[in-house]
């Protein structure tokens, strides 16, 4: 086999077979296939395409290109949650808490935020002391004795995504169907759970940009896990505006805290009962959809979940107190105001744009290695439909330099659109594959 005939054949709209696609993989991490070979095979699959068993090969060679967590010395149906990505999108505390306190364990690996988008691991470090590098006995430890671990993903999990990645990311194939769906279920089927809760989310501030093409995408993804014996199940949500009303790290962890007390915006809670719902169902703790949404408001409403989420912080060395003191959270002393133009109806605001000001104030990466701002961030005081008059607070920016504030601020007051009719609304739930 020779990797010039592999990408020849894709190149002219052939079917890869299982075999090509382990020898490309294998290459590609080892090194003897150089990073112009595999490139070109990437264009060559972005332009052509792969079908459905061709995906699956693909993610599971990339699945098993590094190290597989073996979670079966835990007892209990383990299920895992992923989102596709979005802005202000702070529902993994939540609902992983939620499935927890529900008596579903949950072992989460998580990304860093890079670009627009934040990451869990991040937020989750805003809490003073907390631990999102755990060794393996450790990490099954805390899944065996508190429900729930949420950690940053370990060193060789799916070398071969991470090599991959890096490759798309400077050629212009990431906006592929089979190469995004094989790059996030190789690293979930890796993480070794039962049964994987995807959020895929859709609009301006996502991947996808309609219903559609995030279905399609589900799909793929739910096929994937399928074939590999997993549980599986998608909530398809809209990211046409950001998620809840903070955009950051200390200020998005405050957000989930205060949904966990009951309080928190109706969106986020929404969409977290749904996700932990999801979690519940396939954690065979409940029968029906309607049963173990009934469970997920329970563990919501009594404070189980938010004694759950106190649980695990304490057990990852954080200071647990935050979940009754918000206010331990610290927020960026400058403060820089937007404020609305003129009245009118908020047609829609920019995920794209409030994540880059957040990232400008000093919250994101854009870089790997650059160093964020756990108290920079953005909170909104106006959402998708609402009414406001002329000079009427927008938004604010918080972080730790005016500078920093008032170029974020800048690049806020980009993302608000003003109209003077109402918007049509649209839900924040398009669909739920069961
Ligand atoms: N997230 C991933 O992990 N991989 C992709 O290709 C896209 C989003």
């Given at each position: 086999?020779?990797?010039?005939?592999?990408?020849?054949?894709?190149?002219?709209?052939?079917?890869?077979?299982?075999?090509?696609?382990?020898?490309?993989?294998?290459?590609?991490?080892?090194?003897?296939?150089?990073?112009?070979?595999?490139?070109?095979?990437?264009?060559?699959?972005?332009?052509?395409?792969?079908?459905?068993?061709?995906?699956?090969?693909?993610?599971?060679?990339?699945?098993?290109?590094?190290?597989?967590?073996?979670?079966?010395?835990?007892?209990?149906?383990?299920?895992?949650k992923h989102s596709t990505g979005g802005?202000?999108d702070?529902t993994t505390?939540?609902v992983?808490?939620?499935?927890?306190?529900?008596?579903?364990?949950?072992?989460?690996?998580?990304?860093?935020?890079?670009?627009?988008?934040?990451?869990t691991?991040?937020?989750?470090?805003?809490?003073?002391?907390?631990?999102?590098?755990?060794?393996?006995?450790?990490?099954?430890?805390?899944?065996?004795?508190?429900?729930?671990?949420?950690?940053?993903?370990?060193?060789?999990?799916?070398?071969?995504?991470?090599?991959?990645?890096?490759?798309?990311?400077?050629?212009?194939?990431?906006?592929?169907?089979?190469?995004?769906?094989?790059?996030?279920?190789?690293?979930?089927?890796?993480?070794?759970?039962?049964?994987?809760?995807l959020d895929v989310k859709?609009?301006?501030?996502?991947?996808?940009?309609?219903?559609?093409?995030?279905?399609?995408?589900?799909?793929?993804?739910?096929?994937?896990?399928?074939?590999?014996?997993?549980?599986?199940?998608?909530v398809?949500s809209?990211?046409?505006?950001?998620?809840?009303?903070?955009?950051?790290?200390?200020?998005?962890?405050?957000?989930?805290?205060?949904?966990?007390?009951?309080?928190?915006?109706?969106?986020?809670?929404?969409?977290?009962?749904?996700l932990?719902?999801?979690?519940?169902?396939?954690?065979?703790?409940?029968?029906?959809?309607?049963?173990?949404?009934?469970?997920?408001?329970?563990?919501?409403?009594?404070?189980?979940?938010?004694?759950?989420?106190?649980?695990?912080?304490?057990?990852?060395?954080?200071?647990?107190?935050?979940?009754?003191?918000?206010?331990?959270?610290?927020?960026?002393?400058?403060?820089?105001?937007?404020?609305?133009?003129?009245?009118?109806?908020?047609?829609?605001?920019?995920?794209?744009?409030?994540?880059?000001?957040?990232?400008?104030?000093?919250?994101?990466?854009?870089?790997?290695?650059?160093?964020?701002?756990?108290?920079?961030?953005?909170?909104?005081?106006?959402?998708?439909?609402?009414?406001?008059?002329?000079?009427?607070?927008?938004?604010?920016?918080?972080?730790?330099?005016?500078?920093?504030?008032?170029?974020?601020?800048?690049?806020?007051?980009?993302?608000?659109?003003?109209?003077?009719?109402?918007?049509?609304?649209?839900?924040?739930?398009?669909?739920?594959?069961?």
């Open positions: 086999m020779n990797i010039i005939d592999i990408i020849v054949k894709k190149r002219d709209g052939g079917k890869l077979s299982r075999e090509e696609i382990n020898y490309f993989i294998r290459g590609c991490v080892d090194g003897s296939i150089p990073d112009y070979q595999s490139a070109a095979l990437l264009m060559a699959v972005f332009l052509r395409g792969m079908d459905e068993e061709e995906t699956f090969f693909l993610t599971h060679a990339m699945a098993q290109s590094g190290d597989v967590l073996d979670l079966s010395n835990i007892p209990g149906i383990k299920i895992d802005v202000g702070k505390p939540v992983v808490s939620i499935a927890a306190a529900a008596g579903v364990p949950v072992a989460k690996m998580s990304g860093r935020g890079l670009g627009f988008t934040g990451g691991v991040d937020k989750l470090q805003s809490i003073p002391g907390f631990q999102v590098v755990l060794d393996e006995d450790r990490f099954m430890d805390q899944v065996r004795t508190v429900g729930a671990a949420v950690i940053a993903q370990s060193g060789n999990l799916t070398p071969a995504d991470k090599k991959l990645y890096a490759l798309r990311d400077v050629t212009g194939t990431v906006e592929n169907l089979s190469l995004i769906s094989s790059s996030i279920m190789s690293k979930k089927l890796a993480a070794g759970s039962d049964g994987i809760v859709c609009g301006d501030g996502a991947f996808m940009k309609t219903p559609e093409d995030a279905v399609k995408l589900a799909e793929t993804m739910i096929s994937i896990g399928r074939s590999a014996g997993k549980k599986m199940s998608a398809i809209d990211m046409d505006q950001p998620l809840g009303r903070a955009v950051g790290n200390s200020v998005e962890i405050r957000e989930a805290i205060e949904v966990l007390q009951g309080a928190g915006p109706d969106d986020v809670r929404e969409l977290c009962l749904e932990a719902s999801e979690m519940i169902r396939l954690g065979e703790k409940a029968e029906d959809h309607q049963s173990a949404m009934a469970a997920a408001r329970e563990m919501l409403d009594s404070g189980r979940a938010l004694e759950k989420f106190g649980e695990m912080i304490r057990a990852q060395g954080g200071d647990s107190r935050v979940i009754r003191d918000v206010s331990l959270l610290r927020k960026g002393e400058c403060r820089t105001e937007i404020r609305a133009g003129e009245k009118g109806f908020i047609t829609a605001i920019r995920g794209q744009e409030i994540g880059e000001a957040a990232r400008l104030a000093g919250a994101g990466r854009l870089r790997k290695e650059d160093d964020i701002d756990k108290t920079a961030g953005v909170i909104l005081h106006a959402k998708v439909g609402d009414h406001v008059e002329k000079g009427q607070l927008l938004a604010e920016v918080f972080g730790s330099s005016v500078e920093k504030t008032e170029l974020a601020a800048e690049k806020c007051r980009m993302a608000f659109v003003t109209g003077s009719r109402p918007p049509a609304g649209h839900p924040l739930i398009y669909r739920v594959l069961r």
